[in-house]
């Protein structure tokens, strides 16, 4: 346990940090210096530096001077208590370093948002360049992520009480930007989410809100907020940012995974590539032209429903469940062949027991089709790979039923490292289950391997009919 004294404040000026802290206080014993560069107390600090050629900002009056300098003894004594926790305590400090970043973030969005509406947006956007040394755009964002912020009441508690991340927060923020969410929802699905996670858990919270909308309406907007810059780093090198609307994003993503996959046939087996520099390398030969990736033939996966009573595809959707029109749907199979994959027909088999231990291209369809991406922590289909989750080596067959989807971090790290296990649930949804974390022990026996529990659904699962365009 924590040494109460570590909390313990003689003086009774305290910082109450009950968000950090479960209600304990940290000494204040230390100063940061005040905004004119000082420290300790005794004189009376000023708004900002002064200029070169300019007069003195007004001074602030005293109780200003007292609150400031009170504020900055604070904070320091928190920073100073945080680091005093260590050994078998660190992991309890990142969680507490995790809840007081929350908290300032949500502080820092109120002082914007209360900027712009006493000074408008563009001098709140400057206040944050000059004070928080952000570049303009980045300054622009923290305004309007502010102005998002203050729309969303329960967000802005759940941050403040930090109960979410800075990131969960944005990541519901951005959806309200363009759909009218349902923010109590999403906030009681973000307890147990990874960002990454939550990010797959807010698109089908919006496909879901949106199913109703003029689809052909909602990608014109979304094709509108389409932009790709490029910027020249410091050190020279060139950093790229892209927003594409969902079938835009699909195909150029198909291509690059196309063209990565070339560039890792070209590459020395004693000397690979990260996965980012690869995508870099294809990036550069697509748009370039040169090199080994020249055009690419690709194949974009959509998912869809035969209506034999109307004789016609219905539903068709990307594997993330992102609504496909069928203005989208015609234009697509014009550029490109269409080739259906039903499932369970002759000449298809989706159960191969154990004569074969690698899934064939119509499993991977078909995974990709049921999972949609990585069921351990979401990452795009293109880049998964089978997995068993009754091992191969423990006779497990390759069977549709006996595989998930899984990046490789998850699939070698989580689940053969660390002893993971895959969960399914009744509607045939897989999720990662991570093993139990446990401290050091001398039992002999390693962490996260106790127990192991296989799940399995049966071969009456029915998958959706995928479209390669």
Not at 173 to 181: F, L, M, P, Q, R
Not at 273 to 301: F, H, K, M, V
Not at 304 to 326: I, K, Q
Not at 329 to 352: E, M, N, Q, S
Request: glycine share 10%; proline share 6%.
């Amino acid at each position: 346990m924590t040494d109460p004294s570590l909390f313990d404040d003689p003086t009774g000026g305290g910082l109450d940090c009950a968000a950090a802290t479960g209600g304990k206080s940290f000494p204040a014993t230390h100063m940061l210096s005040t905004p004119d560069g000082r420290a300790g107390s005794g004189h009376v600090a000023h708004r900002g530096p002064v200029r070169p050629g300019e007069a003195s900002a007004p001074p602030y009056d005293r109780a200003e001077g007292d609150a400031l300098r009170l504020v900055a003894s604070q904070v320091e004594a928190l920073l100073v208590g945080l680091r005093s926790l260590g050994g078998e305590l660190l992991e309890e400090r990142l969680g507490l370093v995790g809840r007081c970043e929350a908290g300032l973030a949500a502080v820092r969005s109120e002082t914007v948002a209360e900027l712009a509406l006493r000074d408008g947006e563009a001098k709140a956007a400057e206040a944050v360049r000059e004070r928080l040394r952000q570049s303009r755009g980045s300054a622009k964002r923290d305004v309007k992520l502010a102005g998002q912020l203050a729309d969303l009441a329960g967000t802005a508690q759940a941050l403040a009480d930090g109960d979410i991340t800075p990131q969960h927060a944005k990541i519901i923020a951005e959806a309200a930007e363009h759909t009218d969410v349902d923010e109590a929802e999403l906030l009681d699905a973000v307890a147990m989410q990874p960002t990454d996670v939550f990010g797959h858990t807010v698109r089908e919270h919006v496909n879901e809100r949106s199913a109703s909308d003029d689809l052909p309406e909602r990608r014109r907007r979304q094709r509108a907020r389409r932009e790709l810059s490029i910027k020249q780093q410091s050190d020279g090198m060139y950093k790229l940012f892209g927003l594409f609307d969902p079938v835009a994003g699909a195909r150029i993503e198909t291509a690059l995974d196309a063209a990565a996959k070339k560039v890792r046939h070209a590459e020395d087996p004693t000397n690979r590539a990260t996965l980012p520099q690869r995508y870099a390398d294809a990036l550069e030969l697509l748009a370039t032209g040169n090199g080994a990736a020249g055009t690419q033939s690709t194949t974009l996966l959509i998912i869809a429903e035969y209506d034999a009573v109307a004789s016609r595809v219905a539903r068709a959707h990307l594997p993330d469940g992102t609504p496909v029109s069928a203005d989208e749907l015609v234009k697509l199979a014009v550029k490109a062949k269409v080739v259906p994959a039903i499932f369970d027909t002759p000449g298809r088999p989706l159960w191969l027991g154990r004569a074969s231990r690698d899934a064939n291209a119509a499993q991977r369809i078909a995974l990709a089709a049921r999972d949609g991406r990585c069921v351990g922590c979401g990452a795009r289909h293109n880049i998964c790979e089978p997995h068993h989750e009754e091992h191969w080596e423990h006779g497990g067959p390759t069977d549709i039923d006996n595989m998930c989807l899984l990046c490789g971090h998850c699939h070698h790290h989580e689940v053969h490292d660390k002893g993971a296990d895959i969960e399914t649930a009744a509607d045939g949804k897989r999720t990662l289950r991570h093993a139990a974390r446990h401290r050091p022990s001398n039992t002999g026996h390693p962490p996260g391997n106790d127990t192991k529990h296989r799940y399995r659904i049966g071969p009456d699962s029915t998958v959706n009919q995928p479209l390669r365009l």
